[in-house]
């Protein structure tokens, strides 16, 4: 089952704006990791947030977690169209030991 | 350059015939996993190892094997494929920080 729930499945927008995905899920976790997969090729890491953090930035990226409400967001500023991909969430739960659990994942495309 | 590096990336074989697709990576990480990539339902964790010779289920483990010999590598099984495995598979090793390294994927046709 997926721990993770993305939101929006999909999302277009033009070049320039910001792009915000959203993740939502079940139980305790560790941290919370956002990767990137450009279509058919291989996962990439964007960003860690452990669970007794609340914000985490990195370049063009900001992560927020909400442990309360068990949620995260990414958040692209000033999106480019080489941000097309589809973008996870990955929970690493307190209680599975050392599986990490995917999302769906939310597809985004910035039209140029 | 840190990577992780399956075989075959493309595959199309029968139902029955046995294969296995080979997963190796440089960078001296204890675990390592075996994701599917299926079209609605995400990525789902079929086995993973957290050292040489411990392996352990995901979430989806029935027709697959795997062995764990060696630090570098981790090999996925089918011993015999059929066209519900037909899928993009992603081997992929874990750093002591707890981020994932992916391979480029493969991906197996069962006909």
């Known amino acids: 089952s997926q721990q993770g729930e993305e939101d929006p499945q999909a999302l277009s927008i033009q070049e320039g704006e910001n792009a915000t995905m959203n993740c939502s899920y079940k139980?305790?976790?560790?941290?919370l990791q956002w990767y990137r997969q450009n279509s058919g090729r291989g996962l990439v890491h964007l960003i860690l947030?452990?669970?007794?953090?609340r914000e985490k930035h990195s370049g063009r990226l900001r992560v927020t977690l909400d442990t309360s409400k068990k949620s995260s967001s990414l958040l692209i500023t000033a999106s480019r169209a080489a941000d097309t991909a589809s973008y996870f969430c990955?929970?690493?739960?307190?209680?599975?030991?050392?599986?990490?659990?995917f999302g769906g994942g939310t597809r985004l495309m910035v039209k140029p | 350059e840190a990577q992780v590096t399956q075989n075959p990336r493309y595959l199309i074989t029968v139902t029955g015939k046995k294969l296995t697709v080979t997963c190796s990576q440089n960078?001296?990480?204890?675990?390592m996993s075996w994701y599917r990539q299926d079209p609605g339902l995400g990525l789902r964790q079929i086995y993973y190892?957290?050292?040489?010779?411990?392996?352990d289920k995901g979430d989806v483990p029935e027709g697959y094997k795997v062995s764990r010999k060696e630090k570098r590598n981790f090999p996925l099984i089918l011993e015999s494929p059929s066209p519900n495995q037909t899928s993009l598979y992603f081997c992929?090793?874990?750093?002591?920080?707890?981020?994932?390294?992916f391979g480029e994927g493969s991906r197996l046709t069962v006909l």
């Open positions: 992929a090793s874990r750093s002591v920080v707890g981020e994932l390294f």
């Open positions: 990955a929970t690493d739960r307190a209680s599975s030991g050392n599986m990490l659990t």
């Open positions: 960078m001296n990480h204890e675990y």
């Open positions: 947030i452990r669970s007794n953090e």
């Open positions: 190892s957290m050292n040489v010779e411990v392996t």
């Open positions: 139980t305790s976790i560790n941290n």
